[in-house]
């Protein structure tokens, strides 16, 4: 029958197709092409530059594939200490604060989606009051100070770990278990605790990944924190290190052992472009395996920015 | 709380409820327990910077915190008589609402006209390559824009001149720098904020557009009379949103871009209260900024929240 009813729409649908939905029809599919081809290009230029030699890249113009291919400029790069520990710090943050900011979420939002809990409403309203009302940077800037996390990494990670939109999302993924399930295990004895880590958690998986992967976006692009806490360059973030690397290019080189004046493999664009590389391609190489969960996300949460 | 003579007779079921409200907290005290810390890190990392918020009215001290005198509102009346700050105002109400009156409708109309596409498989992987620069930090973005936008050998720089005829290096210029946050703005969010439009597109009955069909409406008509009707709570929703962040410019996308030869109009509140508080150590005025953002913030995201749910769209909460 809902077959009939398909074959018959279809039908109607290609005698009904006018020419004018069908220039239509091109049009959309060439501009989503174009579209496509511009959100990629930018990347595959910079891949490409890198992988010029200076010369080249000194001429400019497009970049479709390697022009005088080398491997040199990278081997500049890598020469650069501030790239190494750049990553440390972002991979020990992005790990860290990843798993913790995760699980402070889950532990918050499940009691705050239990309707016997006393306090409930006025707990939630503290969470989304910091949505609504923000201190602002300077009195963030001098609790990290005072509170001594200041050029700490944990100062990269511990004030990002509460997030309201994120407890939301989660919550509403709670309230949305059916309340039975606990049932049997409450009348075994279990208490909440074992009850949210042995029967709430493993229930949760696909959202729990979203946030996961939510965090680690956050941390692993996140500069500004460095920026403002975070003094000594050897405990800077990749993305800061990068930011230093393309804003003092000559200095970067410098670091790498370059004699500026003289050199001739490698210049200050193929460089740029080296460095943007290096901390793009995990982005680029993780991207297509875990999109589907923050599209999932985003459809769970109903908002999220 | 209850009156003297009211006393003897409501004594019982108070305790009783009081009895019952212990018995209740002592029930979910693993609850209570779960919701700590996160409670915690909220209380100290949210809440207790509040606290800092009197500086705003102090002289203060940052090395002899004691010495620190209250003034009122004295850096509030500073702060709007300052040209450098109602510069820096100005400059962030330009950028925040360009950048919402043609970043807003964007993916509205990218969501629609790829709702369009009846090849599923290309519109997945037209929606996972769109997606794709949302991903990807201002620091990087801003490292591809210096490549594109490089004075000798940027790409978009010999365009630029191909077509104007004049050589312009985009990042220090005052007059095209502001339309290359705004292009690069849309160029990373476009793609992302369809995703909220979609969310609402798949709630649509299917049966809705057979309907139409055998009633002979073609795919603009049903776009007019089902697509759009559909997806109209959730514009009004991301319009709240975007209200709420009336001056928020871009703090990463502009720290990482500006410089000194355009901060006549790219310096915004966020930069500003940066150099001034962090580097120049002024905490009292640049907090006194910073407090001026977040309230209008929070008044703009209530009263929008207020019209829409008075024109029956429906709030936030």
Redesign the interface.
Known sequence: MAKD??IQ?NK??KI?T?TG?KI??VF??T??TL??L???Y??W??IM?SLSSSNM??????FLWPKEFTWTTYRSVFKNPDIYTGYGTTLFVTIIGTVLATF??A??A???S?S???GRKF?SL???L?M????????????IRN?GLYDSRWALI??L??SAYN?VIMRSFFLSIPEALEESARIDGA???RI?FTIILPLSKATIATILLFNA?MY?????ST??YIKSTDKWSM??V??QM?NNTQQAMEKAGFSVLVEETANA?TI??A??VV??VP?LIV??FV?KY??KG??IG??K? | MTTASAKPVKKPSERGKFAKFGRDLLRDKWLYLLLLPGLVMLIIFKYIPMIDLRIAFMDYKPFKPETSTWVGFAHFQDLFTRPAFLKVLKNTLVISISKMIFGFPLPIILALLMNEMRNLLYKKISQTLLYLPHFISWVIMGGLLMTFLDPDTGVITSIITKLTGQHITVLLDKGAFVPMLIISDIYKGVGWGTIIYFAALSGVDPQLYEAAAIDGARRFRQLIHITIPAILPTVVIMLILNCNNILNAGFDQIFMLYSPSVYDVADIIDTYVYRIGIIKSDYSFSTAAGIFKSVVAMIMMLSVNFAAKKAGGGGLW
């Open positions: 009813t398909t729409r109607k649908n009904k006018s939905e239509f029809t959309n599919y501009f989503f579209l496509c511009a959100m990629l930018p990347f230029h910079v530059l890249a000194l001429r400019g113009g497009i402070l979420t532990t918050t499940y009691p705050l239990k016997r809990l006393h707990f503290l969470l989304i910091t609504i009302f923000n201190a602002g940077m300077i009195p963030n800037y001098l609790l509170i511990l004030p770990t509460v407890a208490n909440d605790i949210f976006v692993w692009n996140d500069y500004m920026v403002m993305q800061a990068l930011r393309l664009q740029k472009a460095s943007i901390a793009t982005i991207y297509p999109q923050f599209v985003v459809m109903g908002v920015g």
